[in-house]
């Protein structure tokens, strides 16, 4: 997926710009000595600081499939290969018979992607493929360059095929954003995640993604992530709270020196170290401050993006990450002349068949599959 798809039709240009302070403020300033320093409204893409470039919520109710994977739906008066519209609760963006991202480039950055519910079929320009989803993480290190396709093919056909995801873009530092593209799989079997019970009797669960939580060791990202560096504090922790349910969110391990931002995404209302806020709205923190968390009178689910900054100049443009303008000139050039070592597939989207089970098939011929809970 690129950045601009979620957003926008169309690439919106290039920008040249550090990435620390990119969360506009509110309107009315925070006590200096309070955890919360800003608190905005979500849009079709959240606001993100820097290591972080990018983050979107992808929720899509998909009717049953029709047994090519493709809705059982009229997908009439639809601009079909850029349709953004959720007609129906669902949109089928570039996809022209299975809805999703049929294959594009990607440099100088990784993707992380969270799937809550349903399933994404990747296949890659280097002839690694993969299904995953139900709770699964993939998470690409583009680096010098890679084309990837992500479909989301519609399995069931006696009943709906709910789809909701977040795409998590990091960036790499100049000194690795031409490391090779690599990526790797967190099944959602292994992941970790921790319930606890408040004295109320009401259930926290979250989930660790990256970045050690209370004791909890989160799966190794790819190995030239900036989450990799034991000095960067990357944490991407996806909180679920019962309503009425409390919880405290230790302080960042490197202190001030990290961002820290926490998105909520379904619910009513909560408490934010003290601070009433809305469903959809995004809260920049103090990482340096331990604080608490209170769900309001609904089930309420909360994101939470932290790391130290990489500190550089981003230049982007689409689906290209870079430090200068003449670097993403250089990057355009070099896709026009290599498409990143060409596209392998028999089509731009490729899907794997109508059986369910998830599993990885990477270049050095690795397959897994987390569901008969073997590797070879």
């Known amino acids: 997926m690129t950045a601009t798809d979620t957003a926008t039709d169309a690439v919106t240009g290039s920008e040249t710009t550090p990435r620390n302070d990119s969360t506009p403020p509110t309107d009315s300033a925070q006590d200096p000595g309070a955890a919360v320093v800003a608190v905005v409204e979500l849009g079709p893409q959240w606001p993100t600081l820097d290591p972080f470039l990018f983050c979107a919520h992808h929720d899509d109710a998909y009717p049953e499939g029709d047994g090519s994977l493709a809705p059982v739906a009229d997908l009439n008066d639809r601009d079909m290969g850029q349709d953004f519209s959720n007609r129906d609760g669902f949109s089928m963006y570039h996809g022209r018979n299975v809805p999703g991202f049929p294959s594009h480039p990607h440099r100088g950055f990784e993707t992380v992607t969270f799937v809550r519910k349903g ?20 998470w690409l290190t583009a680096g010098a360059g890679i084309q990837h396709s992500e479909m989301f093919p519609l399995v069931n056909t006696e009943s709906d095929n ?3 995801l977040f795409q998590i873009w990091l960036n790499l530092p100049a000194s690795d954003k031409f490391v090779d593209p690599y990526f790797t799989m967190l099944w959602d079997e292994q992941i970790p995640r921790r319930s606890t019970i408040n004295d109320n009797g009401r259930v926290v669960e979250v989930t660790v993604i990256a970045g050690e939580l209370d004791g909890i060791t989160p799966l190794a990202p790819p190995p030239n992530s900036w989450a990799a560096g034991s000095d960067s504090d990357v944490a991407i922790w996806h909180y679920v709270l019962e309503p009425g349910a409390a919880v405290e969110v230790p302080p960042a391990r490197s202190g001030v020196a990290a961002n820290r931002v926490l998105y909520m995404f379904e619910g009513d209302t909560a408490s934010v170290d003290g601070i009433a806020i809305g469903n959809d709205h995004a809260v920049q923190l103090r990482a340096e401050m331990q604080v608490r968390i209170e769900a309001g009178s609904a089930r309420t689910e909360m994101l939470l993006l932290q790391g130290v900054p990489i500190g550089e100049p981003v230049a982007k443009y689409g689906p290209f990450v870079m430090n200068t303008e003449a670097e993403i000139r250089e990057t355009f050039e070099h896709y026009r002349q290599t498409e990143f070592g060409g596209w392998p597939w028999a089509s731009s989207d490729p899907t794997h068949g ?12 690795r397959r897994e599959s987390p569901e008969d809970s073997r590797s070879d």
Do not use: C, N, T, Y
């Open 119 to 138: 399933l994404i079929d990747h296949a890659d320009s280097l002839g690694a493929a993969a299904r995953f989803g139900r709770g699964d993480v993939q």
């Open 354 to 365: 109508s059986e369910p089970k998830r599993f990885a098939q990477h270049v050095d011929g």
């Open 162 to 164: 709910h789809l909701e």
